[in-house]
């Protein structure tokens, strides 16, 4: 807040940071409600064969998914940002789309977290799944300290590429 303020350089960051975290709140709300109980019914039933084949497509089938919305998001900025930025002039439409761009991969990354959630959820593994999301805020909070000064907002939104991709790996 002390660097930007509620300024156009914000607004055109919480414009292109929507469709990522709507895409997670989508999948956090709805995959683990259909693949868990699949995937555990699958294991206690002694079919693990099934159980990981199950596995492997939804992740697949995810992954495929999620790049397709992630190739639009990237290809389609303007057109996002037409729709979802009523009102900014020319200069905030033009930094909305190269930030939908920075950040649009998060899309992947976090869809893929979820998916690992649900599978450790599934085996009663909950720590992991509880405190990885954190490392995204650490990523943009990381990264505004850092970088603020020299790239601007963009610290923030490769702040949130880089806490994304440090919380698939956690």
Not at 11 to 31: E, H, R, W
Not at 109 to 121: A, E, I, P, R
């Amino acid at each position: 807040a002390d660097k930007f303020g509620a300024s156009m350089v914000t607004d055109a960051y919480l414009v292109a940071i929507t469709v990522p975290l709507l895409t997670n709140l989508v999948l956090m709300g709805s995959l683990p409600m259909v693949f868990i109980p699949l995937f555990t019914d699958y294991q206690s039933s002694r079919e693990k064969k099934v159980a990981w084949q199950f596995a492997g497509s939804i992740l697949v089938g995810l992954v495929v998914l999620l790049l397709f919305e992630t190739v639009i998001c990237v290809y389609g900025a303007s057109l996002l940002t037409s729709i979802l930025s009523h009102g900014f002039g020319q200069e905030a439409k033009q930094l909305t789309i190269r930030l939908i761009q920075v950040v649009s991969p998060t899309i992947v990354l976090l869809g893929v977290c979820v998916y690992f959630s649900s599978l450790l959820n599934s085996f009663e593994h909950f720590k992991v799944p509880a405190y990885a999301p954190i490392l995204i805020n650490v990523g943009i909070i990381t990264c505004a300290v850092a970088f603020v000064g020299r790239i601007g907002i963009f610290a923030l939104a490769i702040g949130m590429l880089a806490g994304a991709m440090a919380q698939m790996l956690a």
